[in-house]
């Protein structure tokens, strides 16, 4: 099992991985999920819990996904299958595979908006007279039944059309350009952003905790949804990808980095977005338009907007179609092995089917929006609330359990790295206790059983 497969493909240099895993990171989760879901849960409380749950939770998994996957060499559940055969710790690789179909079906979607907003700038912007316009402008646009799935179908286009071209000649290269092309022009726009007028009052909102929200069950749960969306954790895109690394990489170092970088991009889509709504008078709490209905108000207030939003736009885009790679690239490895398919043949008929699964989640802006599921959510909430909150925490549970005591201590601190070391301790301990523990309470309490 330690041997690595010659014939199975790598990544084409040290920097390739990581670059992967930071591409399957960074995506719509820091912008346009981070902001909403900050926003409705009331800022810096909500924040605090989010970088708590990042460090004691997020890191240490991202550890235990790494380890697996380069040790397994295999998709997210044949690495189940190899190091436990006839264990239940598959289940983690499966609920893996069926997150990816569920997300990816939704993040098409908003992926989708964003692709839209970049030709709405390259054709000249949007034309109207004041600020408030711009909700109808969304509004009007996402509602429509027609418009919003062709760009979902674009985009699901290139997402298949990469995965169909091997992951690696896809992907290795746009992430070095792009992704730091994305991390300048978000600085740009929050530095710009903190002139708008809003800044004190975006400053406070994210950086000065209303203590009594700790209180509320939701913020928690909510918290802990993003940090597994936001890091791609506890579906196996981290076991995948793992697994198509050689053994030079030194992963502790790998992990942080990612993290470090994810939680970066979200702080500063934080700068960019809040002092614009504060300054704007939009309601922080206004849901998953935020950033639609505030970014364009920056574009205008600003000289050359067009070209600021073009670019933002199309960087955007190029950060989620990374993701959305990830997020298939779990489900055509695993398919690809289990019926012995091509990967051309694979990603076209996964992706297709994802597509499909979508359209729902599109349709209920507009036409089905009577729709609601969970805690009256329309649609696409709901995917996004079954899989962000529910299938990812209890997936990294079962990986934490899974390593933490699935493992010999010995082998899990040798085939991480970590080897014989205060750290290394620490992270099995974490693996152990804390992370499961923390996830199932939060899970206790968002049920109403556990009080806070
Ligand atoms: N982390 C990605 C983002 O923030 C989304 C994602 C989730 C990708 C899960 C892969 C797996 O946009
Ligand atoms: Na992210």
Not at 157 to 171: D, L, R
Not at 270 to 275: D, R, S
Not at 385 to 409: D, E, Q, T, Y
């Amino acid at each position: 099992m330690n041997q690595l497969d010659p014939n199975r493909e790598q990544w084409g240099s040290r920097l390739g991985f990581i670059l992967a895993a930071m591409g399957s990171a960074v995506g719509l989760g820091n912008i346009w999920r981070f902001s909403y879901v900050t926003g409705d849960n009331g800022g810096a409380a909500f924040l605090l819990v989010y970088l708590l749950c990042i460090i004691a939770i997020g890191i240490p998994i991202i550890m235990a996904e790494f380890t697996i996957g380069r040790k397994a060499q295999s998709d997210a559940v044949g690495s189940f299958e190899k190091i436990a055969p006839g264990k239940p710790w598959i289940l983690a690789g499966i609920m893996g595979v069926i997150s990816a179909f569920i997300i990816l079906s939704f993040y098409g979607v908003i992926a989708g908006w964003t692709v839209k907003y970049f030709f709405s700038y390259l054709t000249g912007g949007f034309n109207v007279q004041n600020d408030g316009e711009y909700v109808d402008v969304f509004v009007g646009f996402i509602t429509s039944p027609w418009e919003p799935l062709f760009w979902q179908f674009l985009f699901m286009a290139f997402t298949v059309g990469i995965v169909y071209a091997g992951v690696k000649k896809g992907i290795e290269a746009s992430n070095k350009i792009l992704m730091p092309a994305l991390a300048l022009l978000v600085i740009i726009l929050a530095g710009y952003s903190l002139t708008l007028g809003g800044a004190s009052e975006a400053l406070s909102f994210l950086f000065t905790p209303d203590w009594s929200a700790l209180a509320d069950p939701k913020v928690y749960l909510a918290a802990l949804g993003q940090a597994f969306f936001s890091l791609s954790l506890g579906m196996g895109a981290l076991i995948t990808y793992g697994s198509y690394l050689s053994n030079k990489e030194k992963l502790p170092g790998a992990a942080v980095s990612v993290a470090a970088l994810d939680t970066g991009f979200a702080l500063l889509a934080g700068l960019m977005i809040f002092p614009a709504v504060f300054a704007f008078g939009i309601e922080p709490g206004a849901g998953p338009g935020l950033v639609f209905i505030t970014l364009p108000g920056i574009f205008d207030s600003i000289s050359f907007g067009t070209i600021f939003g073009l670019l933002f736009f199309f960087l955007l885009a190029a950060a989620a179609l990374s993701s959305a790679v990830s997020l298939l690239e779990v489900a055509v490895a695993y398919f690809m092995r289990k019926f012995k398919w091509t990967r051309k043949k694979t990603a076209l008929i996964i992706g297709g089917i994802i597509f499909l699964i979508g359209i729902p989640s599109s349709l209920g802006q507009g036409i089905l929006s009577d729709v609601k599921i969970i805690g009256g959510n329309d649609i696409l909430d709901s995917m996004d609330f079954i899989a962000s909150n529910i299938l990812l925490p209890l997936g990294g549970l079962i990986i934490a359990l899974f390593m933490g005591w699935g493992w010999k201590k010995t082998d899990a601190l040798k085939d991480s790295d970590f080897g014989e070391s205060a750290l290394g301790n620490a992270w099995i301990f974490t693996l152990r206790f804390i992370a499961p523990i923390a996830i199932f309470l939060i899970f206790l309490a968002s049920t109403g059983i556990l009080k806070l």
